[in-house]
Nanobody, 122 residues
Framework: QVQLVESGGGLVQPGGSLRLSCAAS????????MGWYRQAPGNGRELVAL???????NYADSVKGRFTISRDNAKNTVYLQMNSLKPEDTAVYYC????????????????WGQGTEVTVSS
């Protein structure tokens, strides 16, 4: 079993910055894609940013130029640097590990973190 543990959420004023981290643990051999999704109250879960182990990125239009995703493959950790935060960025942010290859298991599986709350308010 793979566990994803997120950290770094909190309350920040508009225009401020936060850095989210997500560490994956377990019998992991490789993770093809790591990323972040978010869900605001009353809304569905939406993509924020993805990063493949080959270095390809995909960002939601609403965060381009403000958020930066990065990962440390040796530590199975993904980060999300969020700058110029806006009230509309308020949401629970979920870490995602996609197409994970694990020791002793066939196939690839996807996993989610428990979520970390980000509130942007003055």
């Amino acid at each position: 079993q793979v566990q994803l543990v997120e950290s770094g959420g909190g309350l920040v004023q508009p225009g401020g910055s936060l850095r989210l981290s997500c560490a994956a643990s377990g019998s992991i051999l490789s993770i093809e894609t790591m990323g972040w999704y978010r869900q605001a109250p009353g809304n569905g879960r939406e993509l924020v940013a993805l990063l493949t182990n080959g270095g390809f990125t995909n960002y939601a239009d609403s965060v381009k130029g403000r958020f930066t995703i990065s990962r440390d493959n040796a530590k199975n950790t993904v980060y999300l640097q969020m700058n110029s935060l806006k009230p509309e960025d308020t949401a629970v942010y979920y870490c995602s590990a996609q197409r994970v290859v694990q020791r002793g298991l066939l196939g690839r599986r996807d996993y989610w973190g428990q979520g970390t709350e980000v509130t942007v308010s003055s």
